[in-house]
């Protein structure tokens, strides 16, 4: 048998710390087997996925060198490998699976549901929706059939009993399917869900080995029906610990950058990014802190990786990198340098907002500076302002940290619609509300504007960076972040409501 794995991301944001985690070691595996390692975009999810963020993963799991074998630009045996290109094979599962009785068209209204949860809360019962609670008389469904109504395809899953989970690292893990609801498969738009379209692909793709992220256990029992259902072969599961902030909370962007890209513009050296990720949950056997990909993989054993929680922690990470750093010839360090910092698709983007604002070319390192490095340093004093109160300073930044967070697509109107909509409703001037800004991400107020800055420089180093200005100027205490947290709410439902052109 081939021993081959795949990395499985959604394209629906920045290329995340946790998808290089997690295809790092399935590639390890892959290649200590002398297998194979693909990479499926899975992006049924019409609505949230989008071509930037499909580049964004790819581009960014290159620059860690994690290589796949197959994928949606490289081609292979088991294509397409995007799942959007798979459309018609989902369909003629689904229609395998209604025609075995093992799925069955649900008519259910989206009032009807929410009666059944409602019910099944007052009754004090403590379980899935099943196929008992959803069924609608013989008549009923031919009624709504006939009338057209929409439907979506569901499972069947048993009432009772218990389903038992192997896991190559916890080994078997029980639960119980009264816990575990008729999962949709295709919604009423015709498009598989996660659970129809990744088993599918496993199969097809004759995946051996799934390695996932540990909040997917859960999901498990119903995708090991769906291979009872048609009849194929389980591949083996083994699903990864959480990487956690230093907290021990999972690792989120509220309170670490999760973004590669952020990494890749600090100035991390990608195979520092790699070494510590390698080491989340895994040590070498000589527990040695600093190795390589090809080291990692000459030693690689699934079973040396420990469940507890293991933290992701960028100070730790920036001592691993000091270490590799170190070790780089002066030459070596002179072409990585430019590399990061000055190849031109770093700078291109720059240029129209420099040019016309310098005289000569020293110019640009004042004004633009905030773009090569990391965090600005920021004293008390920079970030007193004339008409605001130092609180309200800090109130602003976080509310306006906290719009920016919702931003699905990162881009200058978007960030526009935010905080000028922030400034409608709050009823501040925009020339009050950006300085703050400004000094937050730039360290001045002499500089491009701070729209273009923060769309330059991404979310997650725009983020750190008003973080960084609020941690400077001194945390809220959580009665006040508890208040501020209400008013964010607020205001983050009346921008969508705002009329567009006041946020023009
Ligand atoms: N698309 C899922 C994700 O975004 C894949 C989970 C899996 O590996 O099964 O993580």
Known sequence: MTV??????????????????????????????????LLR????????????????????????????????????????????????????????????????????????????RQDKQSSGKQTALTVSDLALSADEVA????????????????????????DMLRGPIEMEWAQVDAQILMKSDGMPTYHLANVVDDHLMAITHVIRGEEWISSAPKHILLYQYFGWDMPQLCHMPLLRNPDKSKLSKRKNPTSIMFYERMGFMSEAVINYLGRMGWSMPDESEKFSLTAMFENFDISRVSLGGPVFDIEKLRWLNSIWLREL?????????????????????????????????????????????????????????????????????????????????????????????????????????????????????????????????????????????????????KKKLKSMEKTFIQLSQDIKNLPKETAE
Not at 145 to 163: I, L, N, T
Not at 424 to 439: M, Q
């Open 4 to 37: 081959r794995t795949r990395v499985a991301p959604s394209p629906t944001g920045d290329p995340h710390v946790g998808t290089a985690y997690i295809a790092l070691f399935n590639l390890a595996f892959a290649r200590q087997h002398g297998g194979q390692f």
């Open 41 to 116: 975009i899975e992006d049924t999810d019409q609505a949230r996925s989008t071509p930037e963020s499909e580049q964004a993963i790819l581009d960014s799991l290159r620059w860690l060198g994690l290589d796949w074998d197959e994928g949606p630009d490289k081609g292979g045996d088991y294509g397409p490998y995007r799942q959007s290109e798979r459309s018609e094979i989902y369909q003629q599962h689904i229609e395998t699976l209604l025609a075995s009785g093992h799925a069955f068209k649900c008519y259910r209204t989206a009032a009807e549901l929410e009666q059944l």
């Open 143 to 166: 009624k709504r059939e006939a009338a057209g109504d929409s439907y979506v395809v569901r499972m069947k899953v048993p009432e009772e009993g218990v389903c038992v989970v192997n």
């Open 329 to 477: 010839s002066a030459e070596d360090f002179s072409q990585r340098f430019a590399a990061w910092g000055l190849r031109p698709e770093n700078i291109l983007p720059l240029i129209p907002h420099v040019q016309p604002r310098i005289e000569v070319f020293s110019d640009a390192v004042p004004l633009a500076g905030h773009f090569l490095s990391g965090m600005t340093p920021l004293t008390v004093e920079q970030l007193q302002f004339k008409n605001l109160e130092q609180d309200r300073v800090v109130e602003l930044l976080q509310l306006g940290l906290w719009l920016l967070e919702s931003i699905r697509v990162w881009d200058r109107a978007a960030i526009e619609e935010q905080l000028f909509g922030m400034a409608k409703l709050l009823d501040i001037k925009v020339r009050d509300l950006l300085p703050p800004f400004f000094i937050a991400i730039a360290g001045t107020t002499s500089t491009i504007s701070v729209l273009d800055s923060m769309t330059l420089l991404g979310p997650d180093m725009s983020r750190a960076r008003l973080r960084h200005a609020i941690d400077v100027l001194g945390t809220p205490g």
